[in-house]
Nanobody, 124 residues
Framework: QVQLVESGGGLVQAGGSLRLSCIASGRTFSRYTMGWFRQVPGKERDFVAAISWSGDSTYYADSVKGRFTISRDSAKNTVYLQMNSLKPEDTAVYYC?????????????????WGQGTQVTVSS
């Protein structure tokens, strides 16, 4: 069993930056593919970014390429999402997710564990 706890959300002006963190419990964290998704009320949960267990492979949604960076520190059981040049349309609840198997994927159903989410609000 893995528990995920996100932090780092908040209110920021357009053009600003935030860094989200996700701390995972469990000794096998270093073997999991990790991902970030986001969701706004009334809409489906959308893929944002994913990173392989080794950190060598990353995958981004087109909407965030060049602005967001996913990384991980296995010694700290933590995955990060650095978000730069934020836009109002980035406003959402951001969720961290862990996938026990496979390469980084943008499909939510592939992920086995989810955090509770952290709110990110970007004002115009």
């Amino acid at each position: 069993q893995v528990q995920l706890v996100e932090s780092g959300g908040g209110l920021v002006q357009a053009g600003g930056s935030l860094r989200l963190s996700c701390i995972a419990s469990g000794r096998t964290f270093s073997r999991y593919t990790m991902g970030w998704f986001r969701q706004v009320p009334g809409k489906e949960r959308d893929f944002v970014a994913a990173i392989s267990w080794s950190g060598d492979s990353t995958y981004y949604a087109d909407s965030v390429k060049g602005r967001f960076t996913i990384s991980r520190d296995s010694a700290k059981n933590t995955v990060y999402l650095q978000m730069n040049s934020l836009k109002p349309e980035d406003t959402a609840v951001y969720y961290c997710a862990a996938d026990r198997w496979g390469a980084p994927t943008g499909t939510a159903i592939d992920y086995d564990y989810w955090g509770q989410g952290t709110q990110v609000t970007v004002s115009s």
